[in-house]
């Protein structure tokens, strides 16, 4: 019994170990992702899972993301919770959503009319992109990077629907807002955040 207990107490420290260092990883490649898009687009010229699930799961995705290219499209920051990450378009059966920020299929950029829309996990995992998104409030900025411009957005609207799997969508033909998406823990229901963009410049 005691060498059973062992095995376990050490299988459990190799777990977390495991999982605190692939964590790191990834978020070092975020910042990495990040500042590599910025530079290449920046315009010179001014024309809840236990250790066990959960190293199991991200043994699951680093095989899986040996085979997808972290291609950013565009950079999603939000100063009131802490959050800048990089977005990418969404991938068949969804699975984007496990390693970035996702942006729909139906999506219009943010220099084009239209509506921007992005989802991510919650939860306590470390792919919980949108964790936080529950405590924007009303006014808070939200700001994309995208093609050499900043675009500067500001919440106007917060909400919660059902979670059926689809939702209603804003179509504007004469303005650009930005839409972004995510479960709320422990309920059967998702919260939805709206932005209308007011300004852009470069960066």
């Keep these: 019994m005691r060498k059973i207990g062992m095995f376990l107490i050490i299988l459990g420290i190799s777990s977390l170990s495991f999982y605190i260092s692939y964590?790191?990883?990834?978020?070092k490649q975020n910042i990495e992702s990040i500042?590599?898009?910025?530079?290449?687009?920046?315009?010179?010229?001014?024309?809840?899972?236990?250790?066990?699930?959960e190293s199991a799961k991200v043994e699951e995705l680093k095989k899986e993301e040996k085979q997808v290219e972290l291609d950013y499209k565009a950079i999603l920051e939000i100063p009131s919770i802490n959050l800048k990450r990089g977005t990418?378009?969404?991938?068949?059966?969804?699975k984007s959503i496990n390693y970035?920020?996702?942006i729909d299929n139906s999506s219009n950029y943010p220099n084009t009319s239209g509506n921007f829309i992005l989802y991510a996990h919650s939860g306590n995992a470390y792919y919980s992109y949108f964790k936080n998104l529950g405590y924007v409030n009303i006014n808070d900025d939200i700001y994309v990077y995208y093609q050499?411009?900043?675009?500067?957005?500001?919440?106007?609207?917060?909400?919660?629907i059902d979670k059926t799997g689809t939702m209603d969508i804003i179509r504007p033909n004469d303005e650009k807002i930005i839409?972004?998406?995510?479960?709320?823990?422990?309920?059967?229901?998702?919260?939805?955040?709206?932005?209308?963009?007011?300004?852009?410049s470069f960066y």
Excluded: H, M, W
């Design 35 to 53: 500042e590599k898009y910025l530079e290449e687009t920046k315009i010179t010229d001014f024309k809840q899972p236990t250790i066990e699930d």
């Design 88 to 94: 990418v378009e969404s991938t068949k059966g969804f």
């Design 148 to 160: 050499g411009i900043k675009y500067f957005y500001r919440i106007y609207k917060i909400y919660e």
């Design 100 to 102: 970035a920020i996702s």
């Design 23 to 27: 964590r790191y990883i990834n978020e």
């Design 179 to 200: 839409t972004l998406l995510t479960c709320k823990n422990g309920t059967e229901k998702q919260i939805v955040v709206l932005g209308k963009q007011y300004a852009t």
